[in-house]
């Protein structure tokens, strides 16, 4: 009762404030640089936001990638994936590092404990995160479904709606929504573990991007390697370990030996992250100062 009361108390400090509401814009704005329509003849590719402006009503009540719930279930795959690691720092980084430079965060461990005060501050961030990034999508769910058809309305047989949206459209959408909460949520583990021995709240935002950049860059290099090699089933492995892999654990049309390295690959970055939060925490001297 404890733990849940503190982490009520941490969670209203990630989510009641500028931090928050402006994680879930910028995820909003990312959400409409999602490819929506690629153009085979003129080899062009249009951003949810081009189509808006640039291209004629009829021809996108025409086009079935249009559909509102079909650009709701590929709202994650923009220019999110790249900046995603900034953004969802926000919600916690304001309050976590305010508090630690002001010094309050002695009077919070004295009154808490500092291992509750430790889980509490990484569940928060934990769920600041995932909850920025789904609201986020929601918002940009609401908007498309304004500006474009619903897929009802191209009449669309059995097969080809299989084809265009991985479940029922109703499903579809609690399952993006769920794949953003636990995107966001996950990305937020390599800012939370670098706040474990940094203050500076610039560092604690930029490092992640860099290290999400280069670990995408290193994982894509071997995956090719792999596939000049003919080894697919160690480049399936590679692919599953992409930062952005853990969207697709509840979008997937059904489980395969790839979901299930990608979750058992984030339960371990998970572990890792907390677990190295609360062993450098607790050995600082300065309590976190």
Same mark, same amino acid.
């Given at each position: 009762? #404890?733990?849940? /009361? %503190? ?29 929506? +329509? ?37 709202? @994650? ?15 916690? @980084? ?6 630690? /430079? ?14 509750? +005060? ?8 934990? !769920? ?5 990034? @789904? ?10 479904? !304004? ?6 309305? +191209? ?13 029922? &459209?109703? #499903?579809?959408? @609690? ?41 995408? %860059? !290193? ?19 590679? +692919?599953?370990?992409? &930062?952005?892999?853990? /969207?697709?654990?509840? %979008? ?8 299930? #390295? %990608?979750?058992?690959? /984030?339960?371990?970055? !998970? ?19």
């Amino acid at each position: 009762m #404890k733990f849940i /009361n %503190t982490l009520r108390c941490d969670l209203n400090k990630a989510i009641l404030n500028l931090g928050f509401v402006g994680a879930a814009v910028m995820t909003v704005i990312l959400c409409f640089t999602t490819i929506a +329509y690629e153009n085979t003849t003129t080899d062009k590719a249009y951003s949810v936001v081009e189509s808006m402006f640039t291209l004629d009503r009829s021809f996108i009540e025409s086009e079935r990638s249009f559909a509102s719930v079909r650009l709701l279930s590929i709202g @994650m795959s923009g220019y999110i994936s790249m900046f995603l690691p900034i953004i969802v720092a926000f919600p916690f @980084m304001v309050g976590f590092c305010s508090e630690r /430079n002001s010094g309050c965060i002695r009077l919070a461990i004295a009154r808490t404990g500092q291992l509750r +005060y430790s889980l509490s501050k990484f569940t928060a961030s934990f !769920l600041s995160g995932g909850f920025a990034t @789904m609201l986020g999508l929601i918002i940009f769910g609401i908007i498309i479904t !304004l500006v474009f058809p619903g897929i009802d309305s +191209y009449k669309l047989p059995e097969e080809e709606l299989k084809y265009l949206i991985p479940f029922s &459209p109703a #499903k579809t959408i @609690m399952m993006s929504v769920l794949s953003a909460f636990v995107y966001g949520a996950f990305t937020t583990l390599p800012a939370f573990f670098l706040s474990s021995f940094c203050r500076d709240p610039y560092i604690i935002v930029c490092i992640p991007f860099l290290l999400v950049y280069v670990w995408r %860059t !290193l994982i894509e290099k071997l995956a090719n390697i792999a596939i000049e090699h003919q080894n697919f089933g160690l480049a399936d492995t590679y +692919y599953s370990l992409y &930062p952005e892999a853990v /969207n697709n654990l509840f %979008t997937a049309h059904e489980w395969n030996d790839s979901l299930s #390295k %990608t979750l058992i690959f /984030n339960l371990g970055l !998970l572990v890792f992250s907390a677990g190295g939060f609360l062993i450098i925490f607790r050995l600082r001297q300065d309590k976190g100062r």
